[in-house]
């Protein structure tokens, strides 16, 4: 059974940096295209960065230049480095394949990000 489990979130002031992980059991990290989602309260979740299986990046606009995702295919990993975070990133993050598998939709991370 395929288990994405997120972590690396915090309480971070405005213009602070966090490094969010996605451990993943299974070998799908290699054979699929990856993604970070966020929720935010009261929004729909939205994507916030890909990457392909052979490494092509691609960002949403409110994040494009601050946020980078990397893989790992070794250690079945995600990365998402955060850079420069705004009080609008503040979201519970998760990540999954793209397109996503609801099965595979974990607990997420909490990000906040305070004035």
């Known amino acids: 059974q395929v288990q994405l489990v997120e972590s690396g979130g915090g309480l971070v002031q405005a213009g602070g940096s966090l490094r969010l992980s996605c451990a993943v059991s299974g070998s799908i990290v290699s054979d699929n295209a990856m993604g970070w989602y966020r929720q935010a309260p009261g929004k729909q979740r939205e994507s916030v960065a890909a990457?392909?299986?052979?490494?092509?990046?691609n960002y949403a606009g409110p994040v494009k230049g601050r946020f980078t995702i990397c893989r790992d295919n070794a250690k079945n990993t995600v990365y998402l480095q955060m850079n420069s975070l705004k009080p609008e990133d503040t979201a519970v993050y998760y990540c999954?394949?793209?397109?996503?598998?609801?099965?595979?939709w974990g607990q997420g991370t909490q990000v906040t990000v305070s004035l």
């Open positions: 999954n394949t793209v397109p996503s598998v609801p099965a595979f």
């Open positions: 990457i392909s299986r052979f490494g092509a990046t």
